[in-house]
């Protein structure tokens, strides 16, 4: 054999087969896991490739410590008025490394119970980092793992902006804020969505001055305008600045901070000790993009492109969750993976993105599902409308959070729900159930023959429900 031929054949050897498999699902997160094990329990030898923990962005550094800490946040934040519910308490002080302490063993007992479902259902976890090399295979490290489908799973990373690149110190992302041992004193949240608007309530209850700045014109702009309005009052009221219809124009690094010097709606300057950029998200879409040649296409924010069957370009690769820049939901991807999971063994299912809620683990909390007022009126609907606020809720009085309503938005010619808003506590957990409705494409009036227990939040969704048809017990007479 020539010297070249040898060199060529030792480059090749480098690259050892690890295993076959039925399934290769690369990455851990909620749709990752979640599309292992259902592949596993419909049969498949499955392998799991995962670069850095089980349970991805959300489990680690995203949904789950983020609720752990806004739940003290809450508690606090109650405990502070603690005399408006018959208790006196004496030197109350937040003691952060307790409290992440308490965040990291939440993170290890679902780390641990994922590790646990891998084992029962025989799944193998690979650790390294992955590159889909050709249809039915995948590069880690120096080996090579073989499967007839592929399932990619590999999230996303928060998106940074010109000069306001993370550097850990005044500068950080949601990584870095899961992580602070002291509450800072000023901080700027930048990016009033799900994220910015989460970590600028937790602070707030910690007693930080907060500025909430937003490029669009209401925080959380994916909700319902009108609900947003009635959030950004709230946040408001309890202490923090926000400035929404404004962005960041200039940048000024400080030795003890940063001086922000803001235009739009809302301009002037800031000077903050901290800033957060919650910006969004980016894909981690470079797994398959490293490839050209398996002609997998990406979208303008790089979301690999799939069809309904979650289906990429190349044959037998399926995409799901964050890198798909759909939903960008932890449930949105473990609904993505059910379809990819049982299309890439053998079945034959669609995704259905008509009916996906959403949840602003704020305070109070801000959820969804479905149309919101404005785009169901661009889609061409006759709209109706029915609302109910908290103010006339028997339960929300009981327990302080009367700060609030819930929305319904219907088809007038059919009277079919379009969707339905909630700004509540625990808005979060009564979503479901508009879902369930919306999902079975129930008409706003089977929610006013459905009983509802009293005294409970819940009522509110059927007071809107009365609302709609103008017969809410407990709203007043709309003027006519």
């Given at each position: ?15 050892e ?16 896991y ?14 799991v ?51 992440l ?7 290890d007992i679902?780390?641990?119970g ?8 025989g ?16 590069r ?11 399932i ?16 850990g ?18 901080i ?5 969505g ?7 309530c ?8 907060v ?9 959380l ?8 309005k009635?959030m950004?009052s ?7 600045d926000?400035?929404?219809?404004t962005?960041v ?16 709606k ?8 901290m800033?957060?950029v ?22 303008p ?38 379809v ?9 299912r669609?995704?259905?993105y ?20 404005k ?42 729900i379009?969707?339905v808003?909630?700004?509540s ?9 508009a ?11 089977e929610i ?14 059927l007071?809107?429900?009365e ?14």
């Open positions: 054999m020539s010297v070249k031929k040898m060199a060529r054949y030792n480059r090749i050897t480098e690259i087969l690890m295993a076959e498999y039925d399934v290769a699902v690369i990455g851990a997160g909620p749709g990752g979640v599309a292992a094990i259902r592949c596993a329990q419909r049969g498949a030898k499955v392998a490739i995962e670069r850095r923990y089980l349970g991805g962005v959300c489990l680690n550094v995203g949904c789950i410590p983020t609720k752990t800490l806004i739940y003290t946040a809450e508690l606090y934040r109650k405990m502070t008025h603690a005399e408006d519910y018959g208790l006196k308490i004496k030197d109350l002080r937040l003691d952060m490394p307790a409290l302490q308490r965040k990291n063993k939440v993170v679902n780390t641990g994922i590790a646990a479902l891998f084992k029962a259902n799944i193998e976890h690979i650790h390294g980092e992955a590159v889909v090399t050709a249809p039915g295979r995948i880690v490290g120096k080996e090579e793992v073989a499967a007839k489908k592929i990619v799973a590999t999230g996303g990373r928060p998106a940074q902006l010109k000069g306001l690149e993370f550097n110190k005044t500068i950080i992302g949601s990584t870095r804020a899961l992580e602070l041992t002291e509450v800072p004193k000023r700027a949240v930048i990016g009033a799900a994220l910015g608007a989460e970590f600028a937790i602070w707030n209850a910690f007693g930080a001055e500025t909430l700045i937003e490029a669009m014109p209401t925080v702009p994916r909700e319902d305008e009108e609900i947003t009635r950004e709230v946040f408001k009221k309890r202490g923090m926000v400035r929404a219809g962005k124009a200039k940048v000024e690094h400080r030795d003890k901070g940063v001086r922000l010097e803001l235009e739009g809302k301009d002037g300057k800031v000077e903050v000790d800033v957060l919650a910006v969004g998200l980016e894909c981690n879409s470079e797994v398959v993009t490293q490839t050209p040649s398996l002609g997998i296409k990406v979208g924010r790089g979301g690999i492109l799939v069809n309904e069957h979650l289906e990429t370009d190349a044959p037998g690769i399926y995409a799901i969750g964050d890198v798909i820049d759909k939903t960008w939901l932890a449930h949105g991807a473990s609904a993505e993976a059910i990819a999971a049982t299309n890439a063994t053998g079945g034959n669609k995704m259905d008509r009916v996906v809620p959403a949840c602003n683990f704020t305070s109070p909390e801000v959820a969804s599902v479905g149309l919101t007022e785009k169901a009126r661009e889609q061409g609907y006759e709209v109706k409308v029915g609302r109910f606020m908290y103010a006339g809720n028997g339960r929300a009085h009981a327990i302080g959070e009367t700060d609030g309503m819930v929305k319904i938005v219907g088809d007038a010619a059919t009277d079919e379009l969707g808003h909630i700004m506590a625990e808005a979060g957990e009564m979503i479901a159930a879902a369930l409705a919306m999902s079975m494409e129930a008409t706003v009036e006013v023959h459905t009983i509802h227990t009293h005294p409970t939040l819940s009522e509110a969704i007071e809107a429900a609302d709609y048809y103008d017969m809410g017990i407990h709203t007043r007479p709309k003027k006519k």
